[in-house]
């Protein structure tokens, strides 16, 4: 697992430790010291630690103009024992709608396996019903995690499956990314 690292090629686009408006901005990471661990195994140090004992994330990218943020996720997403959403929810993107971020691609290949609560729906709501006119977006994610995410309504507030698990995300320019996403995003809704 520790070898399993954040994308690093739009580094020179966006940093969110060097971004005064990221809930990330100071924050430092090791270049060399695996500090962070998902149950016994170290994670790579570049990943960000958001409170959970699961569930890690990089911001790889926010454009307050276009009110967008491209976030990979990395571990288990765990509703059921930590309650991953509202501790993202509460710790990072609430920070963002606040700076104006309304639309949300969650890059999903590296998050491992999902549980969920039947009555934990309410962050996942309110994530949604706060960003007015945008969207969540799920992209990559696997099969199974997938399958766990609709099987307990998560897919209600998150728009994922179909063409956005497909998409090559690492050629193409974050705001080409954004464009792609939105256009499937609204042709979805408007069916």
């Known amino acids: 697992m520790q070898e399993i690292e954040p994308y690093y090629n739009w580094r020179n686009l966006y940093i969110a ?26 994670i790579h140090p570049q990943w960000d630690n958001i409170g959970s004992e699961t569930l890690f994330l990089k911001v790889l990218y926010a454009d307050y103009n276009q009110g967008f943020a491209v976030i990979e996720m ?5 509703d059921l024992l930590h309650n991953d959403i509202m501790t993202l929810k509460r710790n990072i993107i609430e920070l963002m709608i606040a700076e104006g971020i309304n639309k949300y691609i969650l890059i999903c290949e590296n998050v ?30 696997r099969d ?13 507030y998150l728009v994922m499956g179909g063409k956005l698990n497909d998409i090559a995300w690492r050629t193409r320019h974050p705001k080409q ?15």
């Open 177 to 191: 990314l954004c464009s792609k996403i939105d256009e499937l995003v609204m042709r979805r809704l408007s069916i």
């Open 17 to 42: 430790s060097e971004d005064p408006r990221s809930p990330f901005a100071g924050y430092q990471n090791s270049e060399v010291y695996f500090t962070d661990q998902i149950y016994n195994f170290l």
């Open 144 to 156: 199974h995690v997938l399958s766990e995410m609709s099987k307990y309504g998560v897919d209600h």
């Open 74 to 78: 990395f571990g288990e997403w765990n």
């Open 112 to 141: 491992l396996n999902f549980h969920t609560d039947l009555d934990s729906d309410d962050y996942y709501a309110e994530w949604q019903e706060e960003l007015e006119e945008g969207w969540i977006a799920v992209i990559n994610a």
